[in-house]
């Protein structure tokens, strides 16, 4: 396996600007994007949504703290849902999927959020005691509320995490936007800190050159107090052939 060229710094910087051009179109896509769903249509949500929070029960409409915009992302931390991994996750264990643990890790002072009326939300099916306890232990600080109906069904949610997005005028609340998948990897940093860097995630599916160290998604993963003391990747253990 051999590494890229080793150029000089002029003709890196001659490299980047001609990759910078991609970069930006990149990022006027991303701007399209964000254009067209704020065009998307809106649906009303009629029907009452019942949460449990950290003072008793609550609707939907509490949800938005009196904000205009409200984002609920579904965290898996159920009784009996024991994956994910398998056997690893779930109330009876006092862990949540970790996954969703990461997501939780990327979650910063919501402060900027609120301060564009909008407030963002963790939703899971774990009783308000649990959750306290769990996010004490991981020293996560966003609001976190206990699902007690149909809203995760009715929302795409009851089977695999997923973000909703709604938008209220008064009493009204309207859903205006749902991701899921790889979309809830753009509510994350990780991901966007290691796609800046040569090697990237250093999973299997990126579309590196032919050598480059690569594991299975996913199996890296840890909650971010189970990761060992000085963990390795396949970066460690890659020895490439460096151009003169």
Known sequence: MTAPRIVSAEEWQDEWERLLVKEKELTRAHDEMAAA??????????KQYRFEGP????SLLDLFEGRRQLIVYRAFFDPGVHGQPEGTAGVERGKACFG???????????????????????????????????????DWTMPWYTITDDFDADFGVDEWHGTNAFLRDG???????????RGDAELGNTWSLLDITALGR????????PGYPQ????????RHDEYDP???SPADHWHPTIPE
């Open 100 to 138: 969703c643990s990461m997501m939780a890790d990327h979650i910063g002072n919501l402060a900027h959020v609120n301060a564009r009326s909008t407030t963002f939300v963790f939703a899971s099916r774990a009783p308000q005691p649990e959750i306290a306890r769990l996010k004490k232990r991981m």
């Open 37 to 46: 769903r704020r065009r998307m249509p809106w649906v009303a949500v009629n």
């Open 215 to 222: 594991e299975p998604p996913y199996v890296w993963w840890r």
């Open 171 to 181: 009493n009204r609340i309207y859903r205006t936007y749902f991701i899921n998948g």
């Open 55 to 58: 003072v008793g029960p609550m």
């Open 202 to 209: 250093q999973e299997t599916w990126e579309n590196s050159p």
């Open 230 to 232: 000085n963990p390795t």
